[in-house]
C-alpha cells in the first residue's frame, strides 16, 4: 500500500498515555493507531507518521516549533498527498494560524487534528477525528490549512479553543466552518480559500527567522498597573503588541498611564494591533470617544481576528525581516482569510 498522508505526531493528549504524574506524551503511536483503527484502516488512505523527537506538550509550544513543522513539511512535500499534524489542543490555534500565514493557499492538504481523550482510553473522541482527517488530506484540494475537530472541517486562521472538557473543544467565531462531517459531508467550496490568494511553499516558512519574544499579548483590564506598559517598552526583543480592548475596541481613555504607553510605543517603533477580547465581533473603530485617536496614533485594526491569529500573523510578518513600518503597510492584507473585510 503506497502511503498517501503522512502524520507529524508532535505530542498532544491524542497520543498521550497515563503515568504516575498523570497524562504525558508517549512514542509508539504508529502501532497504536493500527490497533485503534482495525479493519477501518483497510478502507482509509494508506499513511506513514513521523513522530517528533522529544515530543511536546502543547503548552511548551514556541515559535521555533512553527519553523521546525514547515522544515518537515518542506523535506516530505513532494513525496505526499496530503499532511496531518497530530498537536495538542491547548495551543492548536496558534499552530493552526501560523502554519495558514506560512502556507497560504496550501498546494497540498494540511490539517490539524487531536482529541479531548487520548487514543485507546473509553469514550476517546480520537478515532473519528484521525479517520475524518486521512479522508480528506487524501482528498481534493482544500487550499485552507484546517482543523478537523467533532465532525467539522475548521478554518485554521480563526480557530478559538472555547471549551477544555466538552468534545466540541474549537470554534471559529466569526467565521462558519468550512465541512460538516457527518453521514454524508458537506464542503462548502465558496468558503475555501479563492484564486487570487497567493500559495507559499514550506521551504520559504522554514527559512523565516521567527524571534522569540518578539509579541507580546496585553489584555486590558480595569485598573492596570503601569509597571506592565514599562515592561513592554523595555523590552527591546519585543517588536509588536496585540492589544485585546474591551467590546469594539475601547481603551480607558482618561488613564494617563495607558495614554502615555500608546505613544512611547509609537515612538519606540513598536506595531500595536487592537482587537476586541469578545468572543464574536471584532472592534469599531471611531464608534465609541472611548476608542477615538488610535488609529491617529499608528494602532493597526485588527477586525474580527482572533488573539491568535493577530499574534501569529505578527511573529510572520516580523519573521520574514520587515521593517515595522512594512508590518504596518502589509499588516491589512488578507493572507488566508483571518478577518472580514
Given at each position: 500500500m503506497t502511503a498517501?498522508?503522512?502524520?507529524?505526531?508532535?505530542?498532544?493528549?491524542?497520543?498521550?498515555?497515563?503515568?504516575?504524574?498523570?497524562?504525558?506524551?508517549?512514542?509508539?503511536?504508529?502501532?497504536?493507531?493500527?490497533?485503534?483503527?482495525?479493519?477501518?484502516?483497510?478502507?482509509?488512505?494508506?499513511f506513514d507518521l513521523l513522530e517528533l523527537d522529544p515530543l511536546i506538550?502543547?503548552?511548551?509550544?514556541?515559535?521555533?516549533?512553527?519553523?521546525?513543522?514547515?522544515?518537515?513539511?518542506?523535506?516530505?512535500?513532494?513525496?505526499?498527498?496530503g499532511f496531518i499534524i497530530l498537536h495538542g489542543t491547548d495551543t492548536m490555534a496558534y499552530s493552526a494560524a501560523a502554519l495558514s500565514f506560512m502556507l497560504g493557499a496550501s498546494e497540498r492538504n494540511v490539517l490539524f487534528t487531536g482529541s479531548q481523550v487520548p487514543l485507546g482510553?473509553?469514550?476517546s473522541d480520537a478515532v473519528a477525528h484521525l479517520q475524518a482527517a486521512l479522508q480528506l488530506a487524501a482528498g481534493p484540494r482544500l487550499r485552507n490549512v484546517g482543523l478537523?475537530?467533532?465532525?467539522?472541517?475548521?478554518?485554521?486562521?480563526?480557530l478559538r479553543k472555547v471549551s477544555s472538557q466538552q468534545f466540541p473543544a474549537f470554534d471559529t467565531p466569526n467565521a462558519a466552518p468550512l465541512a460538516e462531517l457527518n453521514i454524508r459531508?458537506?464542503?462548502?467550496?465558496?468558503?475555501?480559500?479563492?484564486?487570487?490568494?497567493?500559495?507559499?511553499?514550506?521551504?520559504?516558512?522554514a527559512a523565516l527567522d521567527f524571534q522569540p519574544g518578539a509579541v507580546a499579548m496585553l489584555s486590558l483590564h480595569p485598573s492596570m498597573p503601569a509597571a506592565l506598559y514599562d515592561a513592554i517598552l523595555a523590552d527591546n526583543a519585543c517588536k509588536a503588541v496585540v492589544l485585546q480592548s474591551f467590546g469594539a475596541g475601547n481603551i480607558p481613555s482618561r488613564d494617563?498611564?495607558?495614554?502615555?504607553?500608546?505613544?512611547?510605543?509609537a515612538a519606540r517603533d513598536k506595531v500595536i494591533v487592537n482587537i476586541s477580547q469578545c468572543l464574536q465581533g471584532g472592534?469599531?473603530?471611531?464608534?465609541?470617544?472611548?476608542?477615538?485617536?488610535?488609529?491617529?496614533?499608528?494602532?493597526?485594526n485588527g477586525g474580527d481576528m482572533t488573539p491568535e491569529a493577530a499574534f501569529c500573523k505578527l511573529h510572520w510578518l516580523l519573521a520574514g525581516g520587515r521593517s515595522a513600518a512594512a508590518v504596518r503597510a502589509d499588516w491589512s492584507i488578507n493572507l488566508s482569510d483571518e478577518r472580514t473585510l
Open positions: 498517501e498522508v503522512l502524520i507529524l505526531h508532535t505530542g498532544g493528549t491524542i497520543g498521550m498515555v497515563p503515568g504516575p504524574n498523570g497524562l504525558a506524551p508517549a512514542a509508539g503511536l504508529q502501532q497504536r493507531i493500527e490497533q485503534q483503527l482495525g479493519s477501518s484502516l483497510a478502507l482509509l488512505p494508506g506538550d502543547s503548552a511548551d509550544l514556541t515559535p521555533g516549533h512553527w519553523q521546525q513543522l514547515a522544515a518537515l513539511l518542506a523535506e516530505h512535500w513532494d513525496r505526499y498527498r482510553l473509553p469514550r478537523v475537530f467533532n465532525n467539522r472541517l475548521l478554518n485554521g486562521s480563526r459531508p458537506q464542503l462548502h467550496s465558496a468558503r475555501l480559500l479563492g484564486e487570487e490568494t497567493a500559495s507559499r511553499h514550506p521551504r520559504e516558512a494617563a498611564a495607558f495614554n502615555a504607553f500608546i505613544k512611547r510605543a472592534i469599531s473603530p471611531g464608534a465609541y470617544a472611548a476608542s477615538a485617536g488610535l488609529q491617529e496614533q499608528g494602532v493597526l
